[in-house]
């Protein structure tokens, strides 16, 4: 007799095998050649940008917004987590180094992807308690006119994120500091609980303030670490990138399906880590207040090259150049302990306990807000979302006692299931986005260095842009 891990891998199986692999790719190979490859071509737009650390009129009416660098922060806060340190880990395990140049590919295409959605949150934001709220649910229901699909996609997303990847965020940090310290889960996960019930209850902006502290610090403690890593085994560098392109293309992994479990495994830890074209981070590029929807879509496209191509590959890169991945009894993020521990010693081991607190603990509170912006869209009941708070955080401690390829499996179906949702939308949509990115690029080609929007700029969208 199956048990419930059985069926919830069956499913995710043929989920991943038949349905998204070629849905995220045709929608990200489409969206790169009609953006005219947005993502390439923008990168310098995309970092001056991120310069932008104030709301431009925040104060405006007793309006509270956050900037455009802290909604780019949130959204890298649930990006950056165990994505990056235990699923760049599985990924090399299951899928072999070759899952890691998919992860690559993922990330340069699924920018694009990335851009069209969080373009559309800022469209169609609405205004709530003197603030915007937005994401995949609202531009579903306005722009497709199907309140159904929105509500479909905003209670998938709520399990997916407040549930299962929370879970996995929580499991993996108390695996760690078990590692690291002999700290029993049940100690952590109800340290970890309480801090959650703390930051949540205090909104977006303290989650954003939060945010916009932690990720810049852990983002490049991790990178400088890496980086002497490299330094230290330069030499070797060539091999590895020799091993990863050599896994991902090579006869003996086609003729033993090596090919397809690279791939299989590098979109799926790619997606989970990056979160592009999954409806995610939409959720908060709506609250950002900008002159123009096109600077969010910049923005969150940089948010998948720094996720993926910089502290994914990190990851990566100390793995392999550590000799990890050979050993069957590690994975996860107890790989990623071993692989340092053997180039730095044991302050290898504590330091990657240390990232993954900051790292997966700032997914947990950046993971938390999509999912209220989402029970805010389902119904406008206060008592209803305190609720789900609570929740979220029993869900917190509860990841820190199942097991781990039990949330691995779950997060896989449920994040699945909603990307299928928001790929259809964006999909539907994705020409207004890219009538908004056609007014920007005139108006920088006019000189304007400042390019804004306003509903009449294009009669086409006025009846959807509300808060423009």
Known sequence: ??????????????????????????????????????????????????????????????????????????????????????????????????????????????????????????????????????????YIEKGMGLRWMGVLFAVLISITFGFAFNSVQSNTICAAWESSFGIAPAMSGTVLTILTLLIIFGGIHRIAKVSSTLVPVMALGYILLALVIIAINIRELPDVFMTIIKNAFGWEQAVGGGIGAALMQGIKRGLFSNEAGMGSAPNVAATAHTSHPVKQGLIQALGVFTDTLIICTCTAFIILLG?????????????????????????????????????????????????EANIRFITKNRGVLAVYRILVASMVMCGALISLDMAWNLADVTMGLMTICN???ISYLSNEAFMLLKDYRRQKREG?????????????????????
């Open 1 to 138: 007799m199956e048990t419930l891990n059985d069926i919830i891998t069956s499913v995710n199986d043929v989920l991943w095998t038949y349905i998204l692999v070629a849905m995220l790719l045709a929608c990200a190979l489409w969206f790169t050649v009609k953006g005219r490859f947005v993502q390439f071509r923008n990168i310098g737009e995309m970092v001056r940008l991120l310069a932008d650390k104030k709301p431009s009129d925040g104060s405006k009416n007793g309006e509270k917004h956050i900037s455009s660098f802290q909604a780019f922060a949130v959204s890298i806060a649930s990006r950056v987590g165990t994505g990056n340190l235990a699923g760049v880990a599985t990924a090399i395990v299951v899928g072999g180094p070759g899952a890691v140049f998919w992860m690559w590919l993922i990330a340069l295409l699924g920018s694009a992807s990335a851009f069209v959605e969080s373009t559309l949150a800022q469209l169609y934001k609405r205004r709530a308690d003197n603030a915007f709220i937005g994401g995949p649910a609202y």
């Open 423 to 425: 790929l259809i939308a």
């Open 448 to 468: 304007i260095k400042n390019p804004v929007f306003t509903k009449d700029s294009i009669p086409s969208l006025k009846d959807k842009a509300e808060c423009w």
């Open 323 to 371: 000799g990890g991945g050979t050993d069957p009894e590690l994975n996860g993020i107890k790989l990623t302990q071993d692989a340092l521990t053997r180039e730095i010693g044991s302050a290898g081991n504590i330091f990657v306990a240390i990232a993954i607190l900051l790292f997966a603990f700032s997914s947990i509170i950046g993971n938390y807000y999509y999912d």
